[in-house]
């Protein structure tokens, strides 16, 4: 495993079809809400990272063919207080989006070094408390993402 983090990372929607969205608020920084997010390690591909973020965060154990890629990503700059992950010189992160949906609002397992509580929200709710103007534009693209699947 190498010393730093790779800027490259996936944020994964999880969603009902009612169109309920899991948020999660950050351990470190109270206040922060937002979707399953994470690096890539290795050499996993992009789905894999998904798949892997999904059950370290919530517990949930899926597919990766549960999971949805949006073909969309992000590129954004990395917020100096987080910087020292990266290595030298790195500034910026792609963020590749996948969602999931599940048939009920299930209860996540958190890891309680990263994350101190969830809630289950409208998306409209949802997008609104997220820190993040990624995590936000996606869950506000859920709508229509779901009409086309």
């Not at 190498?2 to 944020?11: D, E, I, R």
């Not at 048939?103 to 509580?117: F, I, T, W």
Request: glycine share 4%; proline share 5%.
């Amino acid at each position: 495993m190498t010393a730093f983090k790779q800027p490259v990372s996936v944020l994964v929607v999880i969603h009902t079809s009612s169109l309920d969205v899991l948020l999660l608020e950050r351990a470190a920084h109270p206040g922060y809400w937002q979707s399953v997010t994470g690096s890539r390690e290795e050499q996993e591909s992009l789905l894999a990272t998904a798949r892997r973020e999904v059950a370290e965060e919530t517990g949930f154990q899926v597919r990766e063919s549960d999971l949805v890629d949006w073909k969309l990503n992000h590129r954004y700059e990395i917020f100096p207080e987080w910087r020292h992950r990266y290595a030298p010189g790195v500034t910026e992160n792609i963020e590749h989006v996948f969602s999931l949906c599940l048939e009920d609002r299930n209860p996540p397992r958190l890891s309680p070094g990263e994350h101190r509580a969830w809630r289950w929200l409208s998306a409209k709710e949802a997008a609104a408390m997220c820190f993040s103007w990624s995590n936000r534009e996606a869950i506000l693209a859920l709508e229509q993402l779901t009409r086309r699947l």
